[in-house]
């Protein structure tokens, strides 16, 4: 568990790197700046029978489910290849989920608007989106294609999502996967 939150941590510092280079903001596009374009895939339908309990709604002071939030099915067809179960690797105020190292996600249920806006208000550059019609805000950071961190927010709740894969995902990709996650936050 150890590594794959440091594996997290490092993300996350390489994303504030790449988001303090400068440049102007772009929106989301399929396909930017010479990046290779990989067919988007359709998330699956939210399955009812999933494993996992429900998330109550964001804000709510029951606890958060953060592996509730993405099925294996859908990692395993985000990433690729099959990260095994998620781990709960979080705690009842700051639930966190791992798909191995490759996908990492955790909810500040509480963080509110004004984080939001301030730790997305310095990405800048060809490597950051907005993800429009995700959550009520969502900005991402794409590096080198393979890696790349998302921050969408929902009512007062922020979810984080690292992604480490061995593939290029593209702003559509990440689109569809933070409207799933985020439509069971």
């Known amino acids: 568990m150890?590594?794959?939150?440091?594996?997290?941590?490092?993300?996350?510092?390489?994303?504030?790197?790449?988001?303090?280079?400068?440049?102007?903001?772009?929106t989301a596009s399929p396909v930017t700046q010479g990046q290779a374009s990989a067919p988007a895939q359709a998330s699956a339908p939210a399955d009812s029978s999933a494993p996992g309990q429900a998330s109550p709604p964001a804000g709510s002071t029951a606890?958060?489910?953060?592996?509730?939030?993405?099925?294996?099915?859908?990692?395993?067809t985000f990433l690729g290849s099959d990260p095994g179960p998620g781990?709960?690797?979080?705690?009842?105020?700051?639930?966190?989920?791992?798909?191995?190292?490759?996908?990492?996600?955790g909810v500040d249920p509480t963080a509110g608007k004004a984080k939001f806006d301030s730790d997305t208000?310095?990405?800048?550059?060809?490597?950051?989106?907005?993800?429009?019609?995700v959550g009520d805000g969502a900005a991402a950071t794409i590096v080198g294609g393979m890696i790349a961190r998302m921050e969408i927010l929902k009512g007062s709740?922020?979810?984080t999502v690292?992604?480490?894969?061995?593939?290029?995902?593209t702003v559509a990709e990440l689109t569809t996967l933070g409207t799933t996650m985020v439509g069971r936050l």
Do not use: H
């Open 2 to 26: 150890k590594i794959q939150m440091r594996s997290a941590t490092a993300l996350l510092a390489l994303s504030a790197v790449v988001g303090a280079c400068g440049g102007t903001s772009a």
């Open 121 to 133: 208000a310095g990405l800048q550059g060809s490597n950051n989106y907005t993800l429009n019609g």
């Open 157 to 159: 709740a922020i979810l």
């Open 63 to 76: 606890a958060i489910n953060a592996c509730a939030l993405l099925t294996e099915q859908e990692a395993t």
């Open 162 to 169: 690292n992604i480490q894969g061995g593939r290029i995902f």
């Open 87 to 105: 781990q709960d690797v979080g705690d009842p105020t700051s639930p966190a989920c791992a798909y191995d190292a490759s996908l990492t996600f």
